[in-house]
């Protein structure tokens, strides 16, 4: 009994241990400085824009035919959004997982999620890639036409309006075998698009 007893507390002290450690982690995560790195494998609707650093003028006839008119059921949107995460702490800055959420100058975006733990080592930098999927469509239909056609037009550089994004993103602990997420995201906020990506 006493043996039983003692690989309890045993099991318990180690997972308390672990627990302990990723929320050290994850304090040190929301300490760390980030800024916008890159966008790449840019989509919308089927045509790849790259990473939007150089859009044809065919492909830029076509986008703004679909930002501002096209009768498309579904506007499908994606590309990676690469931040730098640079650590000034003395202890790692890590987490298993995270959510998180997008506002184009205040306009929710999207929500989603990485499941690929990140951990950046004292005094580094490491990039936090995260995979962005939309459907333009069903902004359109919460908003505007005219609202995402602008919105998305300065994101994308076809204007000279500057776009606000922000990212609010919620390290995951893992409690056991269960990931729980931090009540309180971190905010990173950057500008982007227009004439000055």
């Known amino acids: 009994m ?8 045993l099991i318990f002290s180690l997972s308390s ?37 150089t859009i044809s003028l065919s492909n830029f006839a076509s986008i703004s ?5 096209g009768n498309l059921q579904t506007i499908p949107f994606s590309m990676t ?10 202890a790692a800055a890590f987490l298993n997982a ?17 499941d690929v ?9 490491a990039v936090l890639p995260l995979s962005i999927g939309v459907d333009l469509k069903n902004l359109i ?14 994101f994308l550089g076809l204007s000279s309006d500057e776009t606000k994004v922000t990212v609010k993103l919620w390290p995951k602990l893992m409690v056991g075998n269960r990931p729980v997420k931090v009540p309180a995201p971190i905010p990173v906020v950057f500008t982007f698009g227009g004439s000055n990506p």
Do not use: H
Request: charged residues 20%.
């Open 2 to 9: 006493k043996k039983t007893v003692l690989i309890i507390l």
């Open 17 to 53: 241990c672990d627990v302990l450690n990723q929320i050290g982690g994850a304090i040190q995560l929301s300490q760390c400085e980030y800024t916008y790195n890159s966008v790449a494998d840019i989509q919308l609707a089927g045509i790849n824009l790259g990473n939007g650093s």
């Open 65 to 69: 035919s679909i930002l501002t008119g």
């Open 81 to 90: 959004l690469n931040m730098d995460v640079k650590n000034p702490n003395q």
């Open 98 to 114: 995270l959510e998180y959420a997008i506002e184009i100058n205040e306009m929710e975006f999207t929500t989603g999620k990485m």
């Open 117 to 125: 733990p990140l951990r950046v080592e004292p005094g580094q930098t």
């Open 141 to 154: 239909n919460r908003y505007s036409r005219d609202r995402v056609a602008r919105e998305m037009s300065g």
